[in-house]
């Protein structure tokens, strides 16, 4: 049973695809009255501008943003008193710095200190097709405490277009962190 009903969390955007699933699920924390800051990696820019022509500044519900190499934003310390941290979209090369517990950037610090707290992190890994590294770097991060949640729709609940489609992953997120989510649609069985 998941017990976490987070209030603060921490958002990281790296430069995977699947960018199409950040709007949807910084409105559900925005509705949700979580406080979220946010981290984008250099690379994160970058795809970001490219899948969805914005700077991770106009993106909603985030109060605060912290460069990727500020190593004394709050989100370093354990002592900030996140509930959570999400990488949306997560890079395979952020895997691997999580996995290694290589702290090199404020995202890779944030993610190892989530995990030394004994805290929820959420990993929306992207890629396609995945290598042995790949492989083994989702089970030494699983091992860790972190969940591994690759961006899947819940395409059973016929979602009419993409932005639905990202909704129905946005509540598996808001699941995991113990969202109530009014609206959040259900799987109730079949019809037939
Ligand atoms: C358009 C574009 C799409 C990319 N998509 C992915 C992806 O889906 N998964 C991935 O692991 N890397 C992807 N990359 C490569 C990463 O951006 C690159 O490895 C980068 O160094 C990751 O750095 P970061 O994790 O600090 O953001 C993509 C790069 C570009 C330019």
Not at 126 to 147: C, F, I, Q, S, Y
Request: net charge neutral; proline share 5%.
């Amino acid at each position: 049973m998941n017990t976490l009903q987070a209030k603060k969390i921490v958002v990281a955007i790296t430069g995977a695809s699947a960018m199409v699933f950040l709007h949807s699920f910084l409105q559900l924390l925005e509705n949700e009255q979580i406080e979220v800051h946010g981290i984008c990696s250099e690379s994160g820019e970058k795809v970001l501008q490219l899948e969805t022509g914005i700077s991770y500044t106009q993106l909603p519900g985030v109060t605060r943003w912290f460069d990727s190499k500020d190593f004394a934003a709050p989100p370093a310390s354990g002592s900030a008193g996140y509930d959570a941290m999400v990488v949306l979209p997560c890079s395979m090369g952020t895997l691997a710095a999580i996995a290694a517990g290589i702290s090199s950037t404020l995202v890779h610090r944030a993610a190892d200190v989530i995990l030394k707290e004994n805290k929820k992190l959420l990993l929306v890994t992207r890629e396609t097709p995945l290598n042995r590294t790949h492989l083994k770097n989702m089970l030494a991060v699983h091992d860790a405490g972190a969940t591994i949640c690759p961006p899947h729709p819940s395409f059973y609940l016929n979602p009419k277009s993409i932005e639905e489609a990202a909704t129905t992953f946005s509540w598996r997120l808001g699941d995991q962190l113990g969202l109530e989510m009014k609206g959040r649609k259900r799987w109730e069985g079949m019809n037939v």
